[in-house]
């Protein structure tokens, strides 16, 4: 089966690139805004009738949540022209697409655990441009898969995690976040469900949550971090209210990943263990 990744250069695409040896059966052409701009939309609807992949995986976002406060078009540009490019080239040539999304569509501020039913209520540019490229998928075709991940980290890139070591290292204390609740995606776990369900090749379409098992706030998510890696640095909780950002965050990111893993027989690790592993790899990276 093709498989065309866009957004390769990305935490997920490096990610998928980093297991995509796993995957002898797939073949894989790994694209990212240089030789495919999903927001061109001629170049898309050629680039797909040239190459007729099996799965596009889109992988390319605008992922700046507080810069898109004020880079408005630009956001919108990437984040809802580029996914409604990508489905009206793959409805085209019967490209199967799974499109990656995001837990801040949702944005309930109760403790419910949301599922993919849940209603939705996305503040802020980034999060209202993320529902809308869900929508814009939606309405063009049928053969796609959208997944809503959470708190994605990995070894490559800008993420918490990283960021979370490099303080540690510089300072003696840091006030860090308790009141949002979620649970942290390791990006190869993310990245080697999105194969799973290219080999499996099920049809089983629709929108489903991903994210890594059990529930933690940024605090803790931070002590953990800290702890693993024997940085002496004091974390202190503080509630949102007193670490204002331009885009408004979730409180409430607990997603149900129920469907997911029945409808494809996923064993989801937990996000302390996953950890673990991104650890080890940026040490040995
Ligand atoms: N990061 C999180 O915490 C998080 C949480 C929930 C959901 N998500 C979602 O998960 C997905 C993957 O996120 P990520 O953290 O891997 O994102 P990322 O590291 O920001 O990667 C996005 C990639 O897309 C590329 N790109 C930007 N504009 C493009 C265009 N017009 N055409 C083609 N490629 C383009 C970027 O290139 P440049 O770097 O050159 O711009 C970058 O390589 C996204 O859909 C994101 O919304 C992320």
Redesign the pocket.
């Known amino acids: 089966m093709k498989v065309l990744v866009?957004?390769?250069?990305?935490?997920?695409?490096?990610?998928i690139q980093k297991i995509a040896i796993s995957y002898p059966k797939l073949q894989f052409t790994f694209?990212?805004?240089e030789d495919?701009?999903?927001?061109?939309y001629k170049q898309v609807l050629d680039y797909f009738h040239h190459l007729k992949p099996d799965y596009c995986i889109?992988?390319?976002?605008?992922?700046?949540v507080d810069k898109a406060e004020t880079e408005v078009e630009l956001n919108k540009?990437?984040?809802i022209t580029?996914p409604s490019n990508l489905a009206k080239a793959s409805k085209a040539v019967n490209t199967k697409l799974i499109?990656?999304?995001?837990?801040?569509v949702y944005n309930n501020n109760s403790e419910e655990i949301m599922t993919e039913e849940s209603p939705t209520n996305p503040k802020g540019q980034?999060a209202v441009s993320?529902l809308k490229g869900e929508i814009e998928i939606k309405i063009t075709m049928d053969a796609y898969f959208i997944i809503?991940?959470?708190?994605?980290?990995?070894e490559?890139?800008?993420?918490?995690v990283k960021t979370m070591l490099r303080l540690g290292k510089e300072r003696k204390s840091l006030n860090v976040v308790n009141d949002q609740i979620g649970s942290p995606?390791y990006?190869t776990d993310?990245a080697d469900t999105i194969l799973h369900i290219v080999i499996n090749n099920n049809n089983k379409f629709g929108t489903y949550n991903y994210s890594n098992e059990g529930f933690t706030s940024w605090y803790n998510f931070t002590k953990k971090i800290f702890s693993k890696n024997n940085i002496d640095c004091e974390a202190t909780p503080i509630p949102s209210t007193e670490y204002p950002t331009i885009a408004p965050r979730p409180l409430n990111s607990r997603m149900s990943k129920e469907k997911i893993i029945f409808n494809f027989e996923l064993k989801i690790p937990l996000w302390s263990k996953s950890l673990d592993k991104c650890l080890r790899n940026i040490k040995f990276s």
Not at 6 to 15: E, H, P, R, V
Not at 36 to 40: E, H
Not at 148 to 154: A, E, G, I, Q, V
Not at 156 to 160: C, K, P
Request: aromatic share 14%; charged share 10%.
């Open positions: 866009t957004g390769s250069n990305g935490q997920l695409g490096k990610s694209t990212d805004v495919l701009d999903i927001t061109n889109n992988a390319a976002a605008y992922t700046q540009l990437i984040n580029g499109h990656i999304s995001s837990d801040y980034y993320k809503r991940t959470s708190w994605l980290y990995s490559f890139g800008n993420n918490f995606t990006a993310l």
